[in-house]
């Protein structure tokens, strides 16, 4: 029981994890760090500013770094988690827990889509105008994702300290 509740300590803690500076995203691992990320990356590119590209740049490698990590975190939870969970038996969390985890597909996606939309935007195709509507677009998806993130991560949170309650019974 221990290990699981040294998987279940880990993952709390990754989420209790809030970055102050955005040079710190080199290592984000966890829902709570990408949360900032993608908040920070919103100052970071602005539309309508000057240095459009600079920002659209630094904002590419935020946008990179948060996916990088939010996958590896995803990892910990659909595996170790994920096994030590079904290793207790406990139906009731096997299905929160699934429920929960399948959502990082949606998150994954939608980090590709953002992907997608700086590329489209850093190629110098679009018309001024079709420019920075789609740059709009792109910073409301973004913030589209932090709230449903936060979401996620809130079910995660009830769920893990629910689960630790549980193993430390035992």
Do not use: C
């Amino acid at each position: 029981m221990t290990d699981v509740i040294g998987i279940i300590d880990r993952i709390i803690a990754e989420h209790k994890v809030l970055l102050s500076d955005a040079t710190q995203l080199v290592n984000i691992t966890n829902d709570a760090s990408a949360l900032m990320a993608i908040s920070r990356s919103k100052e970071v590119f602005m539309p309508g500013r000057t240095d459009q590209v600079q920002g659209l740049s630094k904002f590419e490698d935020l946008r990179k770094k948060v996916q990088e990590g939010l996958v590896a975190h995803f990892n910990l939870e659909e595996t170790l988690l994920l096994d030590a969970v079904v290793d207790l038996g406990n139906n009731s969390f096997i299905e929160t827990l699934k429920t929960l985890l399948s959502e990082h597909k949606n998150f994954k996606t939608q980090m590709q889509q953002i992907k997608a939309e700086v590329d489209e935007l850093i190629n110098g195709q679009l018309s001024r105008a079709m420019w920075e509507t789609n740059a709009y677009d792109m910073r409301a998806h973004i913030t589209s994702i932090q709230k449903q993130l936060e979401h996620h991560a809130n079910g995660e949170k009830e769920l893990l300290y629910k689960l630790r309650k549980e193993v430390s019974k035992t």
